[in-house]
């Protein structure tokens, strides 16, 4: 079992930065692949970022590419996702995933999931 917290969020101005953070317990946290996911009302959870239990791999949505990037700590039990350049597309709900598997998956088949932390950015 994994409990994922979600953190960092916030309301921000176009162009600005956000560092999300992801704090998870449970013994096998290094073990899991993490994603990052976002959603806006009235559509469905989208892929955003990905990593494997390494942090030797990681994979992004085309609309965040070269804006967004994750990274792991499996010493500290925390992933995150740093968003740069942010616009008012980016507002959404950003939830954090863990999955018990060695490969990126851009699908919503993640084991474990956070409550989500809202990102709003304003032009």
């Known amino acids: 079992q994994v409990r994922l917290v979600e953190s960092g969020g916030g309301l921000v101005q176009a162009g600005s930065s956000l560092r999300l953070s992801c704090a998870a317990s449970g013994r096998r946290f290094g073990s899991y692949t993490m994603g990052w996911f976002r959603q806006t009302p009235g559509k469905e959870r989208e892929f955003v970022a990905g990593i494997t239990w390494s942090g030797s791999s990681t994979y992004y949505a085309d609309s965040v590419k070269g804006r967004f990037a994750i990274s792991r700590d499996n010493a500290k039990n925390t992933v995150y996702l740093q968003l740069n350049s942010l616009t008012p597309e980016d507002t959404a709900v950003y939830y954090c995933?863990?999955?018990?598997?060695?490969?990126?998956?851009?699908?919503?088949?993640?084991?474990?999931w956070g409550q989500g932390t809202q990102v709003t950015v304003s032009s």
């Open positions: 995933a863990a999955k018990a598997t060695v490969v990126v998956s851009r699908k919503s088949d993640y084991d474990f």
